[in-house]
């Protein structure tokens, strides 16, 4: 990694990371607020049964005979279940892009490329200012909802909470990484954040309809979303081991193949 070029393109998508960090946390700290509300309200076992099983399993939320009134179910259905999953797809096509794409199409990449620093480094640079965002916004999250529970007294076992977040941060590499792939393949960053927002919500389509019904179900195989499931993680108390390790892999070969695509380019200097 190029040192000098981290530092200025992390500086250049430091209001973007401070924008999403603090607008996660406001959205966590009001829905916590609300929770202890609703909560003691007389109806609120009655208002999840009248939703369509399919509806609520394509949030996330349990179907079973009983409601369940854990945070750990509220908190999956209001944000981890559907709304984390677009946030942090929209993040990484668009840094991805930013840090890639719109650096090329400007010409901004043509003063890297044109010192003694080689493309590896350069692209290396990039992915790690990427991951950097990646883990800002997570760890954001994570503390928006330490932060807010502690406040309004609401119980809760951290550790769960942190396992959940290596697994978000796992997703949001896995997409962050094929839309870089993209933004290297493609040469204007129209193009690429096109493909990109295609493809990562094909993925997220094929989520929610494995989510609908049984007969659906093996479709969660083949989309990044499918190895995603935020109240499992949270109630059952396990580190999601496979579904890390799956998309480590998925990033690490989307990272690999860019960074192949990327020094054989035809770049501009």
């Given amino acids: 990694m190029n040192d000098t070029l981290y530092w200025v393109m992390l500086r250049q998508e430091g209001k973007k990371v401070i924008g999403y960090s603090l607008g996660l946390a406001l959205y966590e700290w009001i829905v916590t607020w609300i929770y202890p509300i609703i909560i003691q309200s007389p109806a609120i076992e009655e208002i999840p049964k009248s939703f369509p099983s399919g509806v609520k399993r394509a949030f996330g939320v349990s179907t079973g ?57 350069i692209l290396n640079t990039q992915i790690g200012v990427l991951l950097t965002e990646l883990a ?30 290596i697994l978000a941060f796992s997703l949001g590499s896995t997409i962050s990484a094929c839309s870089l792939l993209l933004a290297v393949l493609f040469d204007t960053k129209e193009e690429s954040e096109r493909w990109a927002s295609a493809l990562t919500f094909a993925f997220y389509g094929l989520d929610v309809v494995s989510s609908l019904s049984d007969r659906f179900s093996g479709l969660r195989y083949l989309t990044p979303f499918g190895m995603f499931r935020p109240q499992q993680v949270l109630q059952e108390k396990v580190l999601p081991t496979k579904e890390i390790l799956a998309l480590g892999a998925i990033t690490g070969l989307n990272l690999f193949l860019a960074g192949i695509l990327f020094s054989r380019k035809d770049l501009a200097i």
Avoid: C, K
């Fill in 65 to 121: 005979e009983e409601v369940d009134l854990s945070y750990e179910a509220y908190i999956s259905a209001q944000l981890f279940g559907r709304i984390w999953s677009l946030i942090i797809s929209f993040y990484g096509i668009n840094s991805a892009n930013a840090l890639v794409a719109q650096p090329v199409e400007q010409g901004f990449m043509a003063y890297p490329l044109s010192s003694p620093v080689s493309r590896s480094e």
């Fill in 136 to 165: 800002l916004v997570t760890g954001s999250t994570l503390s928006g909802i330490y932060t807010a529970t502690r406040h309004f007294d609401i119980p809760i076992a951290r550790w769960q909470y942190f396992r959940l977040g």
